[in-house]
Nanobody, 126 residues
Framework: DVQLQASGGGVVQVGGSLRLSCTAS????????MAWFRQTPGKKREGVAC????????EYANSVRGRATISSDNSKNTVYLFMEKLTFDDTGAYYC???????????????????WGQGTLVTVSS
């Protein structure tokens, strides 16, 4: 049984930073590329970042590039998303996901995602 357990969400002030964590069980990071998606109010779910199982290369959405860093600890089967300089537009539910597709495709669309986590809520406030 595959589980992706996301944590780290909460209320953060504008301009602040946060780190989300996602611990996976039932899958191997050798098999899937790991990614973060988010669902923000009024918008469709979007890919935020992805890290490749093959070489650790990373892809980011334009909306977070330069403010976000995705990383993983394969020994802990955990993937992280660090974001800084948060804006109100970053408010939303953040989901970790596992996909066999290349990261460029994963960030572009959620159609290739095989497994989803339950989401963790991030609220950026003033």
């Amino acid at each position: 049984d595959v589980q992706l357990q996301a944590s780290g969400g909460g209320v953060v002030q504008v301009g602040g930073s946060l780190r989300l964590s996602c611990t996976a069980s039932g899958i191997s990071f050798d098999t899937y590329n790991m990614a973060w998606f988010r669902q923000t109010p009024g918008k469709k779910r979007e890919g935020v970042a992805c890290i490749s199982k093959k070489d650790g290369s990373k892809e980011y959405a334009n909306s977070v590039r330069g403010r976000a860093t995705i990383s993983s600890d394969n020994s802990k089967n955990t993937v992280y998303l660090f974001m800084e300089k948060l804006t109100f537009d970053d408010t939303g539910a953040y989901y970790c996901a596992a996909s066999p597709s290349i990261c460029a495709a994963v960030v572009a669309t959620d159609r290739s995602v095989f497994h989803w986590g339950q989401g963790t809520l991030v609220t950026v406030s003033s």
